[in-house]
């Protein structure tokens, strides 16, 4: 899986904000607010990753228990499969 393209993530005043870009401005409604951790995940999904790759990478940039950070992880993919802002490879 992958960032579909088309959006930008910036850090706006501490806090991190994925925007629209280009023609992506009329079907994406409005910007998404994210945390660190999806952040983290959204810049690692700029090359094709897998989940495992994916988790492996957020067990070593953070102390974390592995079934704590596989919840949120999948949480987090979630979230962004229902925006539309990743797809599948």
Known sequence: ??????????NLAG???LAPVGENIKAFDGVAVMNELSAFIWNLLQ???SPRELLSSILDAYDVEE??????LDAV???MREM???EET
């Open 1 to 10: 899986m992958k960032a579909r393209g088309g959006f930008i993530l910036r």
């Open 15 to 17: 806090e991190y904000v």
């Open 47 to 49: 090359k094709d990753v």
């Open 67 to 72: 079934e704590t950070c596989k919840k949120d």
């Open 77 to 79: 993919l979630r979230d």
């Open 84 to 86: 539309g802002v990743i």
